[in-house]
């Protein structure tokens, strides 16, 4: 298992493996909204966690269909459904590689994106909470979107359609937090939820996915 | 050890193909399967690896025991052929890969990425696979695709020197290996018959 993850790890931070793309889209999006909306700094931080939390999203769901596809492609993934690693394994460090190399950069990355949208300063410390604790739950359910859509030519529309609507809990209660600390207001409770939708999905999710790619393998 | 398949019937895209094949495997023994094209040796290979399941019959050996190795030799382009090699020699739990990259003369291509060898190169690092995962049965589909001759007589020692380990081989190929102890099998007799109700717009007639 340990030799999967580092394996995956090496392929994204290897040339075109797609490990700064998620990165450089959250940028590009981070910085084209005051374009859009104008200056004014009072707007900007009142959108600001929004406008995080949507750009995260998105820059996660752009390298979503590398997840399996590629594995597929190669006959990688027929060759790893033969060994000695149980499929719900397989799901599993897949989405803790795409969440270590998606998610992670991500997180770290946001006070800096943050700080361009003029996020107020005590709503620093819950965007980054609310990233950390959401961000797996995008991996996770991603990866399983991406199981349903292994083999398919062109699957990549499709896994967003199926995907997005899945995302819409986790954005909601993940941007709510953000939204709540940067008013200054308490954020338990929708960060309760948060953490409940995001450790759901990783105790049930892997099941669901290796159940799906296990009929795709067929 | 042995394989036994008894009354093996499998479908491709839901499509029966093949019916009722029986055969049976000792150690030390190969089995090639010979057909025309279509005629459903890929997908009886990918039954018996465990990949998908038969619709009638029984694989008597369970999937943990097969090595696959299908038309897609599953390399990373941007990983070095020994960490192509490593890593699979991880998953599988064996230990070093000299003897696989030994047995397919990758040794001098060992630090080069996989990306730029040529396609019989390649083939033979998928090749090689199948020694790191010391499995005892080996399903080979079309294993000597893009290899020149050398490189088959090196693929067909590497066969033989596993059959005398005591493990098995079951291949579908159609050039002579020389391994005149193989058995052979012909998939043609066991063809599908067409279900009754194919004929659907017939019925109406």
Same mark, same amino acid.
């Given at each position: 298992?340990?030799? $999967?993850?580092?394996?995956?790890?090496?392929?994204?931070?290897?040339? #075109?493996?797609?490990?700064?793309?998620?990165?450089?889209?959250?940028?590009?999006?981070?910085?084209?909204?005051?374009?859009?909306?104008?200056?004014?700094?009072?707007?900007?931080?009142?959108?600001?966690?929004?406008?995080?939390? $949507?750009?995260?999203?998105?820059?996660?769901?752009?390298?979503?269909?590398?997840?399996?596809?590629?594995?597929?492609?190669?006959?990688?993934?027929?060759?790893?459904?033969?060994?000695?690693?149980?499929?719900?394994?397989?799901?599993?460090?897949?989405?803790?590689?795409?969440?270590?190399?998606?998610?992670?950069?991500?997180?770290? %990355?946001?006070?800096?994106?943050?700080? $361009?949208?003029?996020?107020?300063?005590?709503?620093?410390?819950?965007?980054?909470?609310? /990233?950390?604790?959401?961000?797996?739950?995008?991996?996770?359910?991603?990866?399983?979107? %991406?199981?349903?859509?292994?083999?398919?030519?062109?699957?990549?529309?499709?896994?967003?359609?199926?995907?997005?609507?899945?995302?819409?809990?986790?954005?909601?209660?993940?941007?709510?937090?953000?939204?709540?600390?940067?008013?200054?207001?308490?954020?338990?409770?929708?960060?309760?939820? /948060?953490?409940?939708?995001?450790? #759901?999905?990783?105790?049930?999710?892997?099941?669901?996915?290796?159940?799906?790619?296990?009929?795709?393998?067929? | 050890?042995?394989?036994?398949?008894?009354?093996?019937?499998?479908?491709?895209?839901?499509?029966?193909?093949?019916?009722?094949?029986?055969?049976?495997?000792?150690?030390?023994?190969?089995?090639?399967?010979?057909?025309?094209?279509?005629?459903?040796?890929?997908?009886?290979?990918?039954?018996?690896?465990?990949?998908?399941?038969?619709?009638?019959?029984?694989?008597?050996?369970?999937?943990?025991?097969?090595?696959?190795?299908?038309?897609? !030799?599953?390399?990373?382009?941007?990983?070095?052929?020994?960490?192509?090699?490593?890593?699979?020699?991880?998953?599988? *739990?064996?230990?070093?890969? !000299?003897?696989?990259?030994?047995?397919?003369?990758?040794?001098?291509?060992? +630090?080069?990425?996989?990306?730029?060898?040529?396609?019989?190169?390649?083939?033979?690092? *998928?090749?090689?696979?199948?020694?790191?995962?010391?499995?005892?049965?080996?399903?080979?589909?079309?294993?000597?695709?893009?290899?020149?001759?050398?490189?088959?007589?090196?693929?067909?020692?590497?066969?033989?020197?596993?059959?005398?380990?005591?493990?098995?081989?079951?291949?579908?190929?159609?050039? !002579?290996?020389?391994?005149?102890?193989?058995?052979?099998? +012909?998939?043609?007799?066991?063809?599908?018959?067409?279900?009754?109700?194919?004929?659907?717009? *017939?019925?109406?007639?």
């Amino acid at each position: 298992m340990k030799a $999967l993850l580092l394996r995956d790890i090496r392929l994204a931070v290897r040339a #075109g493996g797609g490990f700064g793309l998620g990165l450089a889209f959250f940028l590009i999006v981070v910085v084209l909204v005051p374009f859009g909306v104008g200056p004014d700094s009072g707007l900007l931080a009142r959108i600001a966690p929004g406008i995080l939390w $949507l750009g995260a999203l998105l820059s996660c769901l752009l390298s979503l269909d590398r997840i399996f596809a590629l594995d597929w492609e190669d006959g990688s993934l027929d060759l790893l459904a033969t060994a000695p690693l149980p499929m719900e394994a397989l799901v599993s460090i897949k989405s803790l590689a795409h969440w270590l190399t998606t998610g992670v950069p991500l997180v770290l %990355a946001s006070p800096l994106f943050a700080l $361009l949208l003029s996020l107020p300063s005590q709503g620093y410390a819950p965007l980054l909470m609310s /990233l950390a604790l959401g961000t797996p739950a995008l991996s996770v359910i991603g990866t399983f979107g %991406a199981a349903l859509t292994v083999g398919l030519k062109r699957g990549g529309l499709l896994l967003s359609l199926l995907v997005l609507p899945l995302y819409v809990p986790t954005l909601i209660f993940g941007a709510e937090v953000a939204r709540r600390g940067a008013m200054g207001l308490d954020f338990t409770v929708p960060l309760a939820m /948060l953490a409940g939708i995001t450790f #759901g999905a990783i105790a049930l999710l892997p099941f669901a996915s290796a159940a799906v790619l296990r009929v795709n393998l067929r | 050890m042995e394989l036994t398949v008894t009354g093996l019937s499998v479908a491709r895209s839901g499509i029966p193909v093949l019916e009722g094949i029986d055969f049976s495997l000792q150690s030390g023994e190969a089995l090639i399967l010979r057909g025309p094209n279509g005629v459903g040796k890929t997908t009886v290979l990918r039954t018996v690896a465990g990949l998908q399941p038969p619709l009638a019959g029984k694989v008597g050996l369970e999937r943990e025991a097969m090595a696959y190795a299908g038309h897609a !030799d599953g390399i990373k382009s941007t990983l070095t052929v020994r960490e192509n090699l490593e890593f699979w020699a991880d998953v599988f *739990g064996t230990g070093s890969i !000299d003897p696989a990259l030994g047995a397919f003369d990758l040794a001098a291509l060992s +630090d080069r990425a996989a990306g730029g060898l040529s396609a019989g190169q390649k083939r033979r690092l *998928g090749l090689a696979r199948m020694v790191v995962t010391g499995r005892p049965v080996w399903v080979l589909d079309e294993p000597t695709v893009s290899l020149d001759t050398t490189a088959v007589g090196l693929f067909a020692q590497a066969v033989r020197g596993h059959l005398a380990a005591g493990g098995m081989a079951l291949m579908a190929t159609h050039i !002579d290996l020389g391994l005149t102890e193989a058995h052979v099998l +012909d998939m043609a007799p066991f063809r599908a018959k067409a279900p009754a109700h194919d004929d659907f717009d *017939g019925s109406f007639l």
